[in-house]
Structures are given as structure tokens and as C-alpha cells.
């Protein structure tokens, strides 16, 4: 699942003044298009999210490129990103609906706005499916895709059925081309003077030591997850009531929380109203840098994985080549790696690469390039049951509203 911080945003995207050349006179319109004649140009476009593709990646495409640009177009959230495919569907038209080509400015059907590629994070894999707002992907074109790794996890994540559910039989979605995961964040300042040992795993957060001292995260599937984590069971049990520890363990770490939030938890650390934050890696990696007391550790028993991934919009008329092209060269071993390092977040490429010939800055961060051992006990929050998103939700619910 791709970190639900991304359920909060909006933007809205619209292709304006469509008719701008109907009425023109007619050498207005014939020098438009002697203008654009000839210009045989093939252009990939892409909707990223921002601040997953650096600007040094794009410029490095677009050298390898003959005859051919790049446009990339980034949004600040993937709520916006999906809320986009789900406008290009309603508003797909077939190519006919239009008498001028789509490569005419302003106008021409709405298909002229749909890129080729698009972020998806797995969060909405289950319901971009679901609404037909994607196309699957053809691995046979994808290099690269036999290789990724750990026991194919990525590839399991992104294949599924009709119904957007896990399927090894099933089609392939998304190409993932970054990952990250939920992490613990603490003062190493306040941790010394108080004498109190680092956290090293989930169990941690139950300390008595650290009552009223943590932000937790406004995400059911994420406190629940890793309580079920440090009892030693799976983010993705589907039957709550199996595990008898279950409801006690909420209650205890609900009074060691002092606020849950999914976007605000990292000020009250940097002034030191909380102690410890658990929170996504790429919130918590570039604050790092700026707040020398900041030091973050994955839970040594494992935690919740997340990736981004580029699909193709259903609305797209064909597969482009060049969205091909493009995938495969974000999972080229050198690009993956400086992706890693620019963008925060790891790169499926990354774990297939022999460690020795990855660069230095990236074999020192454990958070980018995690111990195998934590990596392997990790997962992926899979899409559940709806009766068991109930159990999540009733259980969520009466923990939220918990007298202190």
C-alpha cells in the first residue's frame, strides 16, 4: 500500500479554450498548420508525483532520446494523480469525436491531455482497477522484470485480477519504480539526557518510559499493523479476533500516544513535544539532514512497505513505446541508484544490484538499502476483505474514542 498520506490533496486539471480556432480565417489556420507540418516528433508524456523522478533523472532520459522530447508534468499528491484518471475516464472520447488532428493546440478531443504514463501508489492499485481507470502493462516488454526482488514481492504487489485483487494469474498493473517504509524517528538529544536506550523495534513504543512521548500516525491499518507486527503476526491478518492480545496491547499503546496525525507528527519532534514519531521514510529522511538530534531506525522485526509505480491510463488509445523506454530506464541499476539518493525513497532496481557496486552514500543508509534479514520480514499492506476492513475500522474506532 502506498503510504495514505497521500489522501489528502486536490488539485484540479482542465484543458481550456478547446474551440480557441473555430471561426479563425482560414490563412490563420492554414499558417498553424503548415507550422506544425513536418514536425514529426514523438513525445512521452508523464503526470509523476513531485519529487519522485529529480530533475537530474529526466535530463538523463532525454539525452538517450532521437527524435523524440519528454514532458513531464508533476502533482504535489497521488490523491490528485487519481482523481485525474478518474476524470480522463469519464471524459475519454472516442478519436473520431474530433475533425482536428490532436496534435492542434486548444483543440481536438480531451484524449490530447492524457499522458502516457501516470504515479500510481499501491494504496489505489485495488481501485484504479476496479474502475477500469488503468490499462495493464505487457512484462514481456519490461527489462528488467524477471529480476525483481525479494522472492518477487514486487511483482506479486502489482499483479492482480479484474477485481483488483492479488493474483498470480492475473495481469500486470503498474511497473514500481520506488519504495519506502514506515519508520521510528527519535531525539537522540532528549534519549541521552534522560538516559533511555534507542528504540530498536515496535516493542519499543509500549515502554513505560516513553508514556505520553510518541505521535503515532492517523492509520488504522498502519497502528494496528504494527501492534499485530510486535506480536508477531502479519500487517495483513484477516481475522482480528484470532489474536487474543490484540485488543489489550491497542489500549496500552493508546495511552503511551500523545497525538495521532498523518501529517503533522514531525514539528511537535523537532521542538521536542514528542520524543518518538513513527512516520513514512520519505517524510523523515530529508529532515535528517537539517535536525542533527533526529535519528530514524526500522523495527528490526519488520514493517509496512509501500511503492510508487507508473500505470498507463485506460483513457490512452495505445501503449507508447516510449513509456516503455522510459521504464525500463528508471530500473537501469546506475539510475536506480541516484534515484535512491535524490529522491528518498529506494528503488525496487536497487536490492537486485550487487551492494559492493552500489554507491557509498547509498551502502551506508540503512533506511534506503535496509538490513536483508529486516527487508525479508517487511510487507506490503495487500488489500483485505471487506468484512475484515470492517474488524480494522470497528477496532480503529473504539480505540480513537478510548477514555485516557
Known sequence: MSNPKSIIHHSN??????????????????????????????????RSLSGSVPPQILNE????????????????ELQTLFTLLQTWKQE???????????????VGS??????????LGDYWLEKAIQQQLIAPLDPTQLQGWAQLPLNDRWKAIVTRNAQGQLDAKGQVWGAPYRWGS???????????????????????LWRSDLRRHLSLLDQPREVIGLTLKKLGKSYNTQDLGSVPD?????????????????????????????WLAVGWSTDILPIIRRNPNIAVVIPQSGTALWTDMWVRPAATSTASSLATQWINFCWQPSIAAELALL????????????????????????ILLPDTAILEASEFLQPLPTATVQQYRDRWKTLRQAVS
Request: a positive charge.
Open 13 to 46: 486539471f482542465t484543458l481550456g479554450r478547446r474551440s480557441f480556432l473555430t471561426g479563425a480565417s482560414a490563412m490563420l489556420l492554414s499558417q498553424l498548420l503548415a507550422g506544425c507540418s513536418g514536425q514529426s516528433q514523438s513525445t512521452l508524456t508523464v
Open 61 to 76: 532520459f532525454r539525452k538517450g532520446l532521437s527524435n523524440a522530447a519528454l514532458n513531464v508534468s508533476p502533482e504535489a
Open 92 to 106: 475519454a472520447k472516442p478519436p473520431s469525436a474530433s475533425r482536428w488532428p490532436s496534435w492542434v493546440p486548444f
Open 110 to 119: 480531451s484524449e490530447a491531455a492524457i499522458p502516457d504514463l501516470v504515479t
Open 182 to 204: 514506515t519508520v521510528i524517528a527519535y531525539r537522540t538529544d532528549i534519549f541521552r539526557e534522560k538516559g533511555l536506550q534507542p528504540p530498536t523495534d515496535w516493542s519499543d
Open 246 to 274: 490484540l485488543d489489550a496491547n491497542l489500549r496500552a499503546l493508546q495511552q503511551q500516544a500523545k497525538l495521532y496525525s498523518s501529517s503533522a507528527y514531525l514539528q511537535p519532534l523537532i521542538l521536542g513535544d514528542t
Open 343 to 366: 529522491s528518498r525513497a529506494s528503488s525496487p532496481a536497487v536490492l537486485r544490484t550487487d551492494r559492493a557496486s552500489l554507491p557509498q552514500a547509498l551502502r551506508d543508509n540503512p
